[in-house]
């Protein structure tokens, strides 16, 4: 790994120059997002429509997807183990190692109606880690597990330098920051040789601003390995990687991540910083990173962004506040990114900028057309969750993407 530096570049930037680039290299513009989508949609729906650990497909309908509705949690006394089994009659139960709480079992949620009659306290928003004990069986040596499932930091960072030992003339792994915890921000670059000094158009797929939305860590990862797959069986995907600089970062929040993971799936959403009292982590702390951007930063009116310190959309104490925004800011400054890629869930939508609800857009504009053409061209098996372009899905301020079209024209959605 090698740590990131960034040059200084000029600070000229506006739509005239961008429109020049996006003009000359639009047709391959054009190529590269609508693989890369087909690939983020294809693991959308295989995320959507399959229940964990069961490998059974729903199409059509709203499956299962929410733990809750699978797994619950109790707490039960050593001494009371015994007469449980026998009063319940439950046998599926586990056993977890909670990290405040003893004797806690993990049973199916169709017990959960049954345990609040006899007295037990179903436990809410348990770590993660308690939801999917198993992800600790797939961190050994076989690169096959690292894949199979959700992913935490730990697992990410072997992916991603895995890709970089088997792609050595293609990938390369860089640290381009550090976070509030002081836990390394890491990126892969794609790209034909990619330890030389290239001019090449780069272009940016990020995932987990928010670090209690797993499954775009997943789209991040597999759109790039897709891509270096094909850097040896050949295609459009390999003038891709020799053309263009692809940058691909799965965790922008690690510190978000490891929270979801090891203390609350109630927390996660933001970052570590410590913004309420008493001194010390607690469940309303941090900063909501895609809040965090210096565009129109807390100007987009009521519900845009919070101003409380331990409401899920709390912005920060200033623009660009947060080691994580910082981190992203520079590479986006050196890179100059024609296009990005901004991967969140809970919606099957495409958002095209500006985002902000009271600024307009340049019109007409080719991004709606690029975004209407991706969604178009993609079929979702959950009919109740048909892929869309809108502006928005709710008001918002400070985001990386209009950050990004608005100082360097960079397509981003």
């Not at 977890?96 to 709480?101: D, F, G, L, Q, R």
Request: glycine share 6%.
């Amino acid at each position: 790994m090698q740590q990131f530096s960034f040059c200084n570049l000029s600070q000229e930037s506006n739509h005239t120059i961008q429109y020049k680039i996006l003009r000359k290299i639009s047709f391959n513009c054009m190529l590269l997002l609508l693989p890369l989508w087909f690939i983020s949609f294809t693991l959308l729906l295989q995320c959507t429509t399959t229940i964990e650990g069961t490998g059974e497909v729903i199409y059509g309908k709203r499956p299962d997807v929410h733990w809750y509705e699978i797994w619950s949690f109790v707490s039960i006394p050593s001494d009371e183990l015994a007469s449980f089994k026998k009063r319940s009659g439950i046998s599926e139960h586990e056993m977890m190692n909670h990290p405040e709480k003893p004797n806690v079992y993990r049973v199916p949620a169709k017990y959960q109606n049954e345990l609040k009659k006899m007295g037990y306290n179903i436990l809410k928003d348990p770590p993660f880690k308690l939801v999917f004990p198993e992800i600790n069986q797939r961190k050994g040596n076989n690169a096959r597990d690292w894949w199979n499932g959700y992913k935490d930091e730990e697992l990410t960072i072997k992916i991603l330098y895995d890709l970089e030992k088997r792609y050595p003339h293609y990938a390369k792994v860089y640290e381009i920051g550090i976070s509030t915890e002081h836990r390394p921000i890491h990126a892969l670059l794609i790209t034909k040789d990619p330890g030389k000094e290239w001019d090449r158009p780069a272009f940016l797929i990020n995932g987990a601003h928010h670090g209690n939305e797993l499954i775009s860590i997943d789209y991040v990862l597999h759109a790039a390995k897709e891509i270096l797959s094909h850097t040896e069986s050949g295609g459009e995907l390999k003038k891709y990687a020799d053309q263009f600089e692809i940058w691909f970062v799965p965790i922008v929040n690690p510190d978000g991540v490891n929270i979801f993971w090891n203390r609350t799936t109630a927390s996660g959403r933001k970052n570590a910083r410590d913004t309420t009292q008493p001194n010390g982590w607690n469940i309303g702390d941090g900063v909501d990173l895609n809040r965090n951007y210096p565009f129109y930063f807390a100007k987009g009116g009521k519900n845009a962004s919070s101003n409380d310190p331990s409401h899920y959309t709390y912005r920060g104490p200033k623009e660009a506040s947060e080691p994580e925004t910082k981190a992203m800011m520079d590479l986006a400054e050196d890179k100059r990114f024609v296009v990005a890629l901004s991967f969140h869930t809970f919606a099957t939508k495409v958002l095209v900028p500006y985002t902000m609800t009271t600024t307009m857009s340049p019109y007409p504009t080719h991004l709606w057309k690029m975004a209407k053409r991706m969604t178009g061209s993609a079929k979702s098996e959950r009919s109740d969750k048909p892929y869309v372009t809108v502006k928005n899905l709710y008001p918002v301020d400070g985001t990386d993407q209009d950050w990004l079209y608005y100082k360097y024209g960079t397509s981003a959605f």
